[in-house]
């Protein structure tokens, strides 16, 4: 049972560092993040959003849905944590 666990993380493991092989370096102008995207939310996220602070309006009206997904896995991970600490009372 361990050598599979260790064939399965050593292929996931393969996999991830392939898939970051065709990915644009760090910081790169070039990279379509800083030359297409970034750009087209400085110059409309205030006509679109009515927002004037930029980052506000990326999390809130562009990725809205996946700004509530992340709330509720960290709501989730909280309560759950809560849960399993908390001290119950003896009989």
């Known amino acids: 049972m361990k050598i599979l666990g260790l064939i399965v993380?050593?292929?996931t493991g393969a996999l991830l560092m392939y898939g970051t092989a065709d990915m644009?370096?760090?910081?790169?102008?070039n990279s379509p993040a800083n030359?297409?995207?970034?750009?087209r939310y400085i110059e409309k996220t205030e006509i679109e959003t009515a927002t004037p602070n930029i980052v506000t309006s990326i999390l809130a009206d562009y990725r809205?849905?996946?700004?509530?997904?992340?709330?509720?896995?960290?709501?989730?991970?909280?309560?759950?944590?809560?849960?399993?600490?908390r001290r119950r009372r003896k009989g």
């Open 9 to 11: 993380t050593m292929v």
């Open 35 to 39: 030359s297409r995207i970034s750009p």
């Open 64 to 85: 809205g849905y996946d700004t509530l997904g992340e709330t509720t896995v960290i709501f989730t991970a909280g309560v759950s944590c809560i849960l399993l600490l």
């Open 24 to 29: 644009p370096d760090w910081g790169d102008p």
